[in-house]
């Protein structure tokens, strides 16, 4: 088949419903949680519209808005230069678009998670998943599912933090490890506020995930919705992070693409 047919067959499959097109993005606005680190380090910004006119006299036939955001606020993308591990290597908007576009392994610990918040996915979870479904792929995403995205409407429950700090599923250090130097994956997708789970600051490395996957030239997806609705291996992701000169990751239009029957 040749590539023009394949393109050919691709839409199709899109305009009949064969292959079905699946939002992972959670929506900008000023509610979007946003993560809160200790009160002595910098704070990403919260997602703010500036309007600019809206059919009136600053512009009678067009509106429009500036924005205000971090680059981490919402569903986003984490370049490698995100860590001081990476500090050396891409920025998002030298991601290779060929990067843009992978295959996904979803594996699903929405279980676990609503049983403990701070559960942690661990090497024998990922092996144990491989053992039934095969191998990780090769230059693709490997997608945590933890039920977190219902949490999503507000801060509060989002962060689900204490005396103690955030509680919130993610990656054992060691699995944030293998999944950055020994995994064929080029990056890690999670529901939460971060790639890292919420008690992460006392792990060793401090954010694992972040430290191990950064370093490795691996990317982040963050605050992903609907993950449910994808299969465990087939799916397709589609990552549009805005491409910002230097810039450490972007807010991102994610979507699947998934075979349907």
Known sequence: MSPQSVLAALTTGLRSGAIEVVDLTSPLSSSTPVIQLPSEFG?????????????????????????????????????????????????????????????????DFSAEAEADPDFLVEVEHVKAWEAENGPLPEGGWLLVRTGWDARSYAQEPFLNSDASGPHTPGLSPECARWVAEESPVIGLGVETVGTDAGQAPSFDPAFPCHSYLMGSDKYGLTQLQNLSALPPTGAVIVAGPLPIVTGSGAPARVLALVERS
């Open 43 to 107: 704070q990403t910004a919260v997602f703010e519209l500036e309007e600019i006119s809206r059919y009136d006299n600053r512009g009678p036939a067009w509106y429009w808005n500036n924005f205000r955001s971090g680059e981490h606020t919402g569903t986003h993308f984490d370049a490698p230069n995100h860590w001081v591990t990476g500090k050396d290597l891409t920025d998002v908007a030298s991601v290779p678009a060929g990067r843009l576009i992978a295959p996904a392994a979803v594996l």
